[in-house]
């Protein structure tokens, strides 16, 4: 049964660094494709940032620049790094993961199958 815990958000100030992971479980992370999505307060769902099965990284342009998308194989997870927050970055943050991805298809978030119950992050300016 493949499940996802994210863990990492917090309440922090503009400027500053986040760090999110996800605890996968399930399934291995090397050998999906991985996402992590946001949705802002009264918002859609947007992506962050994504990587397929080969390592391949894909990021947003609202996000470039200040994220970086990597996976850990040896702890089955997937971590976000943020820095130079800003109140816009403020959502509800998901990670997701799809058996396998087109590359043009990483930053869709309808095409991921599953989701984790997502963690707050908040700035504040």
């Known amino acids: 049964q493949v499940q996802l815990v994210e863990s990492g958000g917090a309440s922090v100030q503009a400027g500053g660094s986040l760090r999110l992971s996800c605890a996968a479980s399930?399934?291995?992370?090397?050998?999906?494709?991985m996402g992590w999505f946001r949705q802002p307060p009264g918002k859609h769902r947007e992506a962050v940032a994504a990587?397929?099965?080969?390592?391949?990284?894909s990021v947003a342009d609202s996000v470039k620049g200040r994220v970086t998308i990597s996976r850990d194989n040896a702890r089955n997870s997937l971590d976000l790094q943020m820095n130079s927050l800003k109140p816009e970055d403020t959502a509800m943050y998901y990670c997701?993961?799809?058996?396998?991805?087109?590359?043009?298809?990483?930053?869709?978030?309808?095409?991921?199958?599953?989701r984790g119950q997502g963690t707050q992050v908040t700035v504040s300016s």
């Open positions: 997701a993961a799809e058996p396998r991805l087109d590359w043009w298809l990483l930053l869709v978030p309808s095409k991921y199958t599953y």
């Open positions: 990587i397929d099965s080969h390592g391949t990284p």
């Open positions: 399930g399934f291995t992370v090397s050998s999906y494709s």
